[in-house]
């Protein structure tokens, strides 16, 4: 397999505890989102099944980012602010 170019790293602040934690490859994204994320509901498995695709080269990587982030907001992760990471 190879790399898949994410763009910008992506800051989040985990549910409850706060940390931050730095989403810089599509492969961490889909790791967290297959092992470590907080709801299984279904922005996380539209999440799941676009960065695959995007990691096929099936899909457009933007469009992996984006149902990513949405399903951060739905698990109840908060975006960063500048300088926060």
């Known amino acids: ?17 706060g940390d ?5 490859t599509i492969e961490k994204a889909r790791y967290w989102l297959r ?3 907080p709801v299984s509901d279904s922005a996380r498995r539209s999440a799941i ?15 992996a980012r984006q149902a990513f982030l949405a399903a951060a907001l739905s698990a109840g992760f908060v975006p960063a602010a500048a ?3």
């Open 83 to 85: 300088g926060q990471a």
């Open 49 to 63: 099944a676009k960065v695959e695709a995007a990691m096929e080269c099936l899909s457009p990587v933007e469009d």
């Open 20 to 24: 931050a934690e730095r989403f810089g």
């Open 35 to 37: 092992r470590k994320w």
């Open 1 to 17: 397999m190879i790399e898949v170019h994410w763009g910008q790293p992506v800051v989040l602040l985990t549910p409850h505890a």
